[in-house]
């Protein structure tokens, strides 16, 4: 184990949370779901995609690089744009890709299934703002990060982090797709309280995970003490879920929503991070690099019902990939519907406090990880740097 905690006292175990026994409800298992493979390469401004991500998997196995992509998005408006680590969602509900800068800037593209090429009509493509930067933002400025939409709420939740790493947040932004006809062309949602969600102690924002029904996992790498109700304490990297819509913000935890200690695996500090919600088998996969040993990496597993117990619980499960072969990753992705675990590696920049560094051509593909194993490694032909992927689509 690598968490960094005393032993813990034993607490009773506390009853479901009738939000948390919706979140089981929804678990369903069932189709494979969608199988188009979208990819954000930085380096040209651009979302490359391949119609069947299993011809990419197929040619990983090999060794062999991926074949060209299908299609390529394209557009002027978002040329040398900085996307946020994992800051690429897809909503196959209402046909959307979800572009996040790291300045909080979020841009639409509709009709994402069958795009293809130089996107020149603000009809197809179009944008809003997550705050004023010195002003709706952190005071010492802000990155953002992962992004995570629920079709079925058509909810888009979005990490900000200070760039030190001392506060973080979540946007949540109810109607997404409907932000450019409800408001307009570059709306700006302000002021941030109405559409954030946060415990005002929480520190280094290192992921979100929607669940439908409008609920969300996040992954905070630090932040203030938290209490089991009686006298024990604890401290480091902590996973929350959304009660109602919103996290619990006092440190004490009674009614479960909140993974933290030394059981948890999940270490202190973290820098950062990613999460992946897998709602067929309600299971949430969890990549949390220790700053001390990122080659400790690994992706570690949850069920939904140990959040009804909260605090100190160990992961259900741990994928199957070997010491050091996540030692370059940078964050990871779950789609809504098919069973697929999808990873960015990348090049730390030594000097940043919240894991800045330089995408890579590589993607990592986990398929069925419901069941387990490791993932492989795919050189993405087309691509440089990787900082967001998911998969959509219903064949």
């Given at each position: ?53 299993n011809t990419v998997y197929t040619a990983a196995q090999a ?311 490791a993932a492989v490694s795919a050189t993405m032909t087309g ?13």
């Amino acid at each position: 184990m690598r968490g960094l905690f005393s032993p813990l006292a034993t607490f009773k175990l506390l009853c479901l949370p009738a939000a948390l026994a919706l979140l089981g409800a929804l678990g369903c298992k069932g189709s494979s779901g969608g199988s188009t493979l979208y990819v954000y390469d930085n380096t040209s401004s651009s979302v490359l995609v391949w119609d069947d991500i299993n011809t990419v998997y197929t040619a990983a196995q090999a060794s062999t690089p991926a074949a060209a992509a299908d299609r390529t998005i394209t557009s002027s408006l978002i040329s040398g744009m900085d996307l946020a680590w994992g800051g690429l969602a897809v909503d196959t509900t209402s046909n959307r890709l979800y572009l996040v800068t790291e300045t909080g800037v979020v841009w639409v593209i509709t009709q994402a299934s069958t795009q293809n090429g130089a996107i020149t009509s603000t009809t197809y493509i179009t944008s809003f703002n997550l705050g004023l930067a010195g002003q709706d933002q952190f005071t010492g400025g802000s990155v953002f990060g992962q992004a995570s939409v629920d079709g079925g709420s058509n909810t888009l939740y979005v990490t900000e982090t200070a760039t030190d790493g001392s506060a973080t947040r979540i946007w949540k932004i109810s109607n997404a797709s409907t932000v450019a006809s409800n408001y307009g062309p570059s709306h700006t949602f302000t002021p941030p309280a109405t559409y954030t969600i946060g415990t005002g102690t929480d520190t280094f924002g290192c992921g979100v995970a929607a669940v439908p029904g409008g609920n969300a996992f996040g992954l905070m790498g630090g932040g203030g003490l938290l209490y089991n109700g009686l006298t024990t304490s604890y401290n480091g990297a902590r996973l929350r879920v959304t009660q109602s819509g919103t996290f619990n913000a006092s440190p004490y935890i009674t009614n479960g929503g909140v993974l933290i200690g030394s059981a948890t695996e999940l270490g202190a500090p973290l820098a950062y991070g990613g999460l992946g919600y897998d709602s067929q088998n309600s299971a949430l996969y969890v990549f949390a690099p220790t700053s001390s040993s990122p080659t400790d990496a690994e992706i570690l597993v949850f069920n939904n019902s140990v959040f009804s117990i909260g605090l100190d619980q160990p992961p259900t499960r741990t994928l199957g990939d070997t010491a050091g072969a996540l030692a370059t990753l940078r964050t990871i992705s779950h789609p809504a519907n098919s069973d697929w675990l999808l990873g960015a590696t990348f090049t730390p920049d030594t000097t940043s406090a919240i894991g800045a560094g330089t995408g890579e051509g590589t993607l990592l593909l986990w398929k069925a990880p419901s069941k387990g194993g490791a993932a492989v490694s795919a050189t993405m032909t087309g691509t440089s740097e990787i900082r967001g992927m998911n998969v959509g689509g219903t064949n």
